[in-house]
T-cell receptor, first 110, second 115 residues
Framework: GQQVMQIPQYQHVQEGEDFTTYCNSSTTLSNIQWYKQRPGGHPVFLIQLVKSGEVKKQKRLTFQFGEAKKNSSLHITATQTTDVGTYFCAGNPGANNLFFGTGTRLTVIP | GAGVSQSPRYKVAKRGQDVALRCDPISGHVSLFWYQQALGQGPEFLTYFQNEAQLDKSGLPSDRFFAERPEGSVSTLKIQRTQQEDSAVYLC?????????????FGPGTRLTVL
């Protein structure tokens, strides 16, 4: 069945350091979405990637979609304490529902 | 309303009780999704509605779980004879279209604890 794995599961960084989370799907995806969930909160949509090899930037965040459309990454430059939370990738194999990854919990130490 | 709302926000049930969780999607949104999120895990898909039609219920873990959206707006997720393994946050999401590429907007969730 469909599986979406993320690494690392946890990441602690000093404020100002960079952070990267990687997402890998067992099957080819139609598109991939990234969400951020603050502690005690709900997933909030960040971005969607559709094209093979696509790269998108949002201020300090850079998102990539692999050439084979089976993997993706999120890179945060110069982390801030406001970046704290769990980052989920969510793959769409072509149906309506999303398959969420296992998430990477980011802690930023001031 | 401005966003997806869910009620109650917290629910404690004794094992064996029935519970009903409500979702109010963003007005006009065609698609509605239910997800189950266990502690420390990502949301897992339960079921999908397009207007009032339940097009996919492949994620419902057992026949104790039942969802409806009779008028194509508000949805209710019902769990009968709750078990301890049902303890989780139940998230509702809605989107304006019917494509898998449409952005899903999540509600705050209902945290269900089964004792």
């Amino acid at each position: 069945g469909q599986q979406v794995m993320q690494i690392p599961q946890y990441q602690h960084v000093q404020e100002g350091e960079d952070f990267t989370t990687y997402c890998n799907s067992s099957t080819t995806l139609s598109n991939i979405q990234w969400y951020k969930q603050r502690p005690g909160g709900h997933p909030v949509f960040l971005i969607q990637l559709v094209k093979s090899g696509e790269v998108k930037k949002q201020k300090r965040l850079t998102f990539q979609f692999g050439e084979a459309k089976k993997n993706s990454s999120l890179h945060i430059t110069a982390t801030q304490t406001t970046d704290v939370g769990t980052y989920f990738c969510a793959g769409n194999p072509g149906a309506n529902n999303l398959f969420f990854g296992t998430g990477t919990r980011l802690t930023v130490i001031p | 309303g401005a966003g997806v709302s869910q009620s109650p926000r917290y629910k404690v049930a004794k094992r064996g009780q029935d519970v009903a969780l409500r979702c109010d999607p963003i007005s006009g949104h065609v698609s509605l999704f239910w997800y189950q999120q266990a502690l420390g895990q990502g949301p897992e898909f339960l079921t999908y509605f397009q207007n009032e039609a339940q097009l996919d219920k492949s994620g419902l873990p057992s026949d104790r779980f039942f969802a409806e959206r009779p008028e194509g707006s508000v949805s209710t997720l019902k769990i009968q004879r709750t078990q301890q393994e049902d303890s989780a946050v139940y998230l509702c999401a809605s989107s304006s279209g019917t494509a898998g590429t449409d952005t899903q907007y999540f509600g705050p969730g209902t945290r269900l604890t089964v004792l």
